[in-house]
């Protein structure tokens, strides 16, 4: 096979483009609603420039890019230390790690679902965020560190009117509470603007640029809601709420 009966294609250069394709997928899944997009912008710019330097034969320019580029695997390396730290600790414990042992949802929903019915009787707003497989480190970064296990008393403690924390988001990673009194990214999705409250366009809008679940309960209503993929399901009962748990997060 060749293209324009030039350039020869074998199925080995097919096989390594899917390759290619496959891995830069992942590597911006993984960064997608991080710091690190826009820290890749700004590298892909750079290289924009770079190729625009050595086309132009832009000696001083080219001299100075090439002196920075001395100096930016090092950089790379210590701006995305979070992120590469988080990837690889995720990598154990997840798709290979599940393949052995079952991931165990069970302890993790009946806590969420205990807490969230607890709330939502006393009409205690809550944002609860579960992360999935795509990082929400930048997330944690804007509260408080917890670092404990998921407990119904806990969070029911976290978003009792008298906490200082109660105002924002907790973040779940596994089985842990990572921080609390996060701020969420709130979506501008214009369909959303006078139908919602503020507490729920924050968690559509972490649900919108992460896969991460969030459970919401209105602070009006005492109604309990899901984020998730930039939808809301709305008006959950025990049932419902447990049941939704379970599917979104057997697979993580």
């Known amino acids: 096979m060749s293209i324009l009966g030039v350039i020869p294609i074998r199925p080995i250069d097919i096989f390594d483009i899917l390759i290619i ?53 090092v950089a790379f390396v210590i701006v995305f230390q979070p992120e590469i730290r988080n990837a690889l600790a995720r990598i154990g414990r997840q798709r290979f790690g599940r393949f052995f042992l079952k991931y165990e949802e069970s302890p993790l929903i009946k806590e969420l679902t205990e807490s969230a019915l607890y709330l939502a009787e006393r009409k205690y707003g809550a944002l609860i965020a579960i992360e999935r497989s795509i990082g929400i480190q930048d997330i944690v970064a804007t509260g408080t560190r917890i670092g404990a296990s998921v407990s119904s008393q806990l ?50 809008g972490l649900s919108e640029q992460s896969d991460a679940v969030v459970i919401v309960v209105s602070e009006e209503r005492g109604a309990i809601s899901l984020a998730v993929r930039g939808k809301l399901l709305t008006n959950l009962d025990r049932v419902t709420l447990r049941r939704n748990l379970q599917s979104l997060l057997k697979g993580g």
């Open 155 to 204: 969070l029911n403690t976290i978003f009792t009117p008298e906490s200082p924390l109660h105002d924002g988001a907790v973040v779940i990673r596994g089985d842990q509470i990572l921080a609390a009194g996060c701020v969420l990214p709130v979506s501008d999705n214009p369909n959303l603007l006078g139908t919602i409250g503020m507490r729920h366009r924050a968690a559509v």
């Open 21 to 73: 394709s496959f891995f830069t997928y992942l590597f911006l899944r993984f960064i997608r609603g991080t710091r690190a997009t826009s820290i890749l912008i700004g590298l892909l710019v750079f290289i924009l420039l770079s190729l625009i330097g050595r086309w132009l034969d832009l000696k001083g320019f080219n001299l100075i890019i090439d002196s920075v580029r001395a100096v930016w695997v």
